[in-house]
């Protein structure tokens, strides 16, 4: 692991700065050891521990620490009335990434296995004849991203006299994901793959790409508004409930894609201090109660046809601003 940085100031208003890199990150303690089984009248689903014998017969030995080279440039720009203007630029390349794998059936997928049905009873799973669909989920090395972006923060503030002053701020990211390279199958799976497009979708799609942050902070003695308003970038996944292959790709009958729209998100607190000790607050998270795009219906009439497990889940479970709506709160702050 090494490290390099240094910076160079052309004169008090303008800088530059560098920064290479290499590392390393140890498998967690939950990524090796963690096991988990989701069950419903028809389906049971294992989280299986890499390290584990049962883990074996799908291929998988434990799981190797991540390597990581990284590269950034940034300039730092002061060109007067109040104005702080930061940009970096930078890139992280990551080797035997530490992933969860896209979904693997022993039975009811597009694609299954017999190693899935084996590791799931080596696990000490006991399964009920009545279950239809099986199938395992579990942390590998599997692939190599790289992850590239830019990151801007804007601050400055401005003084209206004796009507208190206004602290701004503009923040923005762009930031791309991609997965450089999936690890060669493990022979126990052969036909199969460890990722599907889901599991690939997640590393690279359902984060949006920018965000934009845009505040202001008014304080008039006592009183202060807080203002934020929150730029979200689209985000997508596909999504099945048989598999979404990386060869069939879309093109699968079962395979659909679930995509959130560009939002915006407004976050709001006044507070007043009653003494210099006390601080009364009223806000809200998600002012305007706002919610991404439901589903794909496509998708989940695979779960409510012909399937005795009824599916009720509305929203996609990744999305950035939540699936809960506006957030009202009112707060009393003592400061000792």
Known sequence: MAKLTGRYDFNPMIAIRGTASTGFRAPTLAEEYYSATNVSPTSAFVQLPPNSAAA??????????????????????????????????????????????????????????PAVRAAILANGNVLDPTVTQTGINIFTNGVNTRTRGAELVLTTMSDFADWGTVQWSLTGNYTKTKVTKIAANPPQLLGASLFDLTAIDNLETTSPKYRVVAGGLWTWGGLSVNLKETLYGPASRHDSRTGCSLATGSTSPTCFVNKIKTQLITDLEVSYKVFDSVKLSIGANNLFNSYPDKLNPNY??????????????????FSSFGIN?????GKIGYTF
């Open 56 to 113: 074996k017969l799908v291929g998988v030995n434990g799981l190797d620490p991540e390597k990581s080279r990284n590269f950034s440039v940034g300039f730092v720009a002061h060109p007067g009335y109040g104005i702080t203007d930061t940009l970096d630029l930078y890139q992280i390349g990551i080797r035997d990434r530490v992933v969860g794998s896209g979904s693997l059936f022993g039975s009811g997928g597009d694609l299954n296995l």
């Open 300 to 317: 989940r009439n695979t779960f409510l046809v012909g399937n005795s497990n009824g599916y009720v889940t509305q929203y996609p479970t």
């Open 325 to 329: 709506g506006g957030y009202y709160y």
